[in-house]
């Protein structure tokens, strides 16, 4: 299996722009988790899906971040408009279940100018 | 709120010694489950271990080992036999159900060195 694979690996934009980042998860895994990494804040889940259904958005910033799960094998996180705060490596996860391992993926760094 | 403590932010040991990373975490649910996942400069987070609240025993796995004292809500982690490779960030993390929501929290890390 090749893990859960995330696009891009880096990504450098400029404020106002949109960003689109993007998970394949492992198949058959029920769970997708995204999360964001900083050195101020840790590791923070911002939504999770189950079943491609969102379950808790509420670790969401604000209006200007969506994410969808349309189908088993695809997830986006989008930014818009993005802001130097978003900088960040944003990392993409699934598991089994709710108790089992997370399989992360190898994150995306995304750095707002 | 539920939340997870990670007292030391860096730590350092010597190789082929034994260090531990303390956890501690806060909960009023009688069921869950811990886990400690390891992030080298590599950036990929891998799970190191898992823990179930239910069994007392504690999770061992080769030279990693977890110290669960579920009523001082204390989850360590013991690596033993320390190798260079063993340097990174370690993530504590804590999950349970609350509320309907399948949150899996982490601690802020422990940056653990490994010097020759």
């Known amino acids: 299996d090749a893990g859960v694979i995330q696009s891009p690996r880096h990504e450098v934009t400029e404020m106002g722009q949109e960003v689109t980042l993007r998970c394949k998860p492992i198949?058959?895994?029920?769970?997708l988790f995204w999360y964001r990494q900083t050195m101020m804040r840790g590791l923070e889940l911002l939504i999770y899906?189950?079943?491609?259904?969102?379950?808790?958005d509420s670790g969401m910033p604000e209006d200007r971040f969506s994410a969808k799960m349309p189908n088993a094998s695809f997830s986006t996180l989008k930014i818009q408009p993005s802001e130097p705060r978003d900088s960040a490596v944003y990392f993409c996860?699934?598991?089994?279940?709710?108790?089992?391992?997370?399989?992360f993926g190898e994150g995306s760094r995304l750095t707002v100018l | 709120a539920q939340t997870v403590t990670q007292s030391q932010p860096e730590m350092s040991v010597q190789e082929a010694e034994t260090v531990t990373l303390s956890c501690t975490y806060d909960?009023?649910?009688?069921?869950?489950?811990l886990f400690w996942y390891k992030q080298p400069p590599s950036r990929q987070m891998i799970l190191v271990i898992r823990q179930e609240a239910y069994k007392q025993q504690n999770a061992t796995e080769n030279r990693f080992s977890v110290n669960f004292q579920k009523a001082a809500k204390s989850f360590s982690l013991k690596i033993s036999d320390s190798q260079l490779g063993d340097t990174a960030m370690y993530f504590c993390a804590f999950i349970n159900t609350q509320g309907g929501s399948e949150k899996l929290v982490f601690g802020k890390g422990t940056k653990l060195t490994v010097n020759p």
């Open positions: 899906f189950n079943n491609n259904v969102p379950i808790d």
């Open positions: 198949s058959g895994h029920d769970y």
């Open positions: 909960t009023s649910e009688n069921n869950y489950y």
């Open positions: 996860a699934s598991s089994f279940t709710w108790h089992t391992e997370l399989f």
